[in-house]
DNA sequence: CGGGAAATTGATGACTTTCAAGGTGTGTGG
DNA sequence: CCACACACCTTGAAAGTCATCAATTTCCCG
């Protein structure tokens, strides 16, 4: 049920043989585009599971596209406060948090072995200088990390600890079945110290919430494998309480 | 003690002329750069109080700036809940939500008589192959906008209430003496309902929190001017609860 | 196979929301 | 220009949600 995409010890391929070619950068790129793009990035980075791709403050290196695997990315402050910030699964980019100052704002550690792309820093404005669609394409790419993280502040902003999970859930069920798997099955890369701190909650306070899903028949969860039971009560849940307010 | 930095009835001014030319889209470009740019922006745009810039799922217009007012993006789910994200004041940006689908995915609303420069839509990716020095400022500008709303999932995710408002009046204080004013006493131009609602607590607990810092002789607040009277109690604030977690 | 990390479960208490009421300021229309 | 209505803000009491502390179980890695 994992998504075996590419494989950690595979050969390099080419984006026109990668699977992934329909949601990552290559996508909307004529075929000289494609060809130009290939030229100058890096298809060989390999992060092993809990090792860093980049780390906050460390000056930026390039864009990343993950070939499968996942990362997690994450920003901390001075007092050891954590919040962790997205999952990056295979198609997503990261690295757009350094356009700020150019150096990482945030850390981005493997969950598993990680096979990512990288477009070098070096070539980054000359590519989008000449490649139209690439510009269309990180745009879009830019767009999508500033549309999740304005869900995400939502979630945080205003919802019960259930809701958010059951928002999470649906979320990832929906983004597993676009790529063509399972939306009622699937395994969840990530720890419950990971998941709970992205969701906002105490650990404790994310297995109590998997447990009473559990006890309801809505979901299944065997460690980190989820299977969705129920997606009409999973969809009512994530617009229950709904402590709305009425504002001018 | 407001930012008084263009007035709503002036008349259109030259970047060249405009205060916030070091601050804005121009900050990093050449004399040429900015003399093409101006040829291709709509620096005339006044929106009234209360009215919106764009509404969500309007499609895309153009990328604005804020040249004078102050301008709150929110998001709303089909629920009703609504997450305020960002308040926008003079040289800061705002529309880059759109670049995920060409439709914008938040509201954005004037919360004074704001004037704007825009570039339209059609000319902006003209400009961003023919532009090197735009190129950059933009992406910085994307990379500020991803910046705050990493910071403002930190604080909603990892921080008690009071340690939310202290962090924000430290944000808008610091925002304030970048740009040469007092950073101890300014106006906060949103209600209480738009920033407990930005903060992810209840209009009540604000309202509470205020008091108590006014007790506490932290700060003192009359209506919508705020005067920082001890800025290290209030920076001790900001780092308190520190509920952090230990993570591996 | 053993040590330790990860996950679950229970009890308790703190923080924050909700509900309710009262006060204050602002804007509009007469 | 004043008055009134309404929106905004504040404060109090009670209830609820969620975090913390603690103990136990399960699972993973060496």
Redesign the pocket.
């Known amino acids: 049920m994992h998504l075996p995409i590419t494989n950690f010890n595979q050969n390099t391929i080419s984006c026109d043989a990668c699977s992934l070619s329909n949601i990552c950068l290559p996508h909307g790129l004529s075929a000289s585009e494609v060809e130009e793009l290939e030229t100058s990035i890096d298809k060989t980075i390999k992060i092993k599971k809990k090792d860093a791709v980049f780390r906050s403050n460390q000056k930026m290196n390039g864009i990343y596209a993950v070939k499968s695997g996942a990362i997690k990315t994450s920003i901390a402050n001075e007092d050891g406060q954590e919040q962790v910030l997205e999952f990056h699964f295979p198609g997503d980019m990261l690295g757009f948090d350094a356009f700020s100052n150019g150096s990482h704002s945030c850390d981005a550690i493997a969950l598993e072995d990680t096979l990512l792309c990288k477009i070098p820093v070096e070539v980054f404005d000359g590519l989008c200088e000449r490649l139209p669609g690439l510009r269309r394409e990180l745009r879009h790419q830019v767009g999508k990390e500033i549309a999740h993280n304005q869900h995400l502040l939502l979630s945080l902003g205003q919802q019960?600890?259930?809701e958010r999970l059951a928002n999470f859930l649906l979320l990832v069920s929906s983004h597993y079945q676009s790529r063509g798997f399972s939306n009622k099955e699937f395994v969840l890369p990530m720890?419950?110290?990971d998941l709970s701190n992205y969701l906002?909650?105490?650990?404790?306070?994310?297995?109590?919430i998997?447990?009473r899903m559990t006890d309801d028949n809505i979901i299944k969860?065997e460690?980190?494998v989820v299977i969705i039971s129920d997606m009409d009560k999973l969809k009512s849940l994530a617009h229950s309480?709904c402590?709305a307010?009425s504002s001018?």
């Open positions: 019960q600890t259930d720890s419950r110290q906002g909650m105490a650990v404790e306070t994310l297995s109590r998997i447990s969860v460690r980190r309480s402590r307010k001018a």
